[in-house]
């Protein structure tokens, strides 16, 4: 089993930038391809970001490209979501998640709680 804990989220103005980070624990769990998600209310969850276990490749959402950035540190099990030039419909839960093959960017199998990112016009 895969446990995965997200931390960073806050109340930050339009703008504004924060640092997501998500902490897996398991024994294999850091060479496991990471995501990241949302959901705003009202809304259906979405794809944001992924990177392979090497850290290599990665994927964004085109309405974060150019201003979030997906890194992984396997030697502390973590994975982050840099955030800059936050805008008000960036404002959602994001969630962590995780699949050991990373064969299909959109699918995991490990999800986290989720962190809450309010960004304030």
């Known amino acids: 089993q895969v446990q995965l804990v997200e931390s960073g989220g806050g109340l930050v103005q339009a703008g504004g930038s924060l640092r997501l980070s998500c902490v897996a624990s398991?024994?294999?769990?850091?060479?496991?391809?990471k995501g990241w998600f949302r959901q705003a209310p009202g809304k259906e969850r979405e794809f944001v970001a992924a990177i392979n276990w090497t850290g290599t490749v990665r994927y964004y959402a085109d309405s974060v490209k150019g201003r979030f950035t997906i890194s992984r540190d396997n030697a502390k099990n973590t994975v982050y979501l840099q955030m800059n030039s936050l805008k008000p419909e960036d404002t959602a839960v994001y969630y962590c998640?995780?699949?050991?093959?990373?064969?299909?960017?959109?699918?995991?199998?490990?999800w986290g709680q989720g962190t809450q990112v309010t960004v304030s016009s």
């Open positions: 398991g024994r294999t769990s850091s060479s496991y391809a």
């Open positions: 998640a995780a699949d050991p093959y990373g064969s299909n960017w959109l699918k995991y199998d490990y």
